[in-house]
């Protein structure tokens, strides 16, 4: 994705977005995709997902300081305002996303991280 392209999608975007941060041979971002999929289809309009690859994108992995995959980050209003690093158990991470979707689209201000 190009820094024109990130700009648009995310930190311009009028509703939230996540950011899935991953790589093709990183097993554990090839598990959660379809929980990421599953939890888009659920929420629909609420926010926007966003997949990069962090091997292809690496001055957004940089910027972003991602060294763990999976990393998920959390934009509203084009700051990152919360992520999840590492392998969640599943019922966890939809736990997680859920109650940030929650707050999110309540207005409220997130804080803290994982």
């Known amino acids: ?12 975007s009028s509703v939230p977005v996540l950011v899935h941060f991953g790589a093709p041979w990183c097993g554990p971002c090839r598990m959660i995709e379809p929980l ?17 690859n962090a091997d292809e994108n690496l ?3 940089s910027q972003y300081r991602i060294t763990t995959l999976p990393t998920i980050l959390l934009f509203e209003s084009g700051k990152v305002i919360h992520r999840i690093e590492g392998l969640y158990q599943r019922d966890r991470l939809w736990t997680e996303l859920q109650r ?13 991280s994982n």
């Open 1 to 12: 994705m190009s820094k024109p392209q990130f700009t648009k999608e995310v930190l311009e």
């Open 36 to 52: 990421l999929n599953g939890f888009q289809a659920t929420w629909g309009q609420c926010f926007k997902l966003v997949g990069i």
């Open 59 to 61: 001055q957004l992995s």
């Open 100 to 112: 940030l979707m929650l707050l999110a689209t309540q207005g409220k201000t997130l804080t803290g």
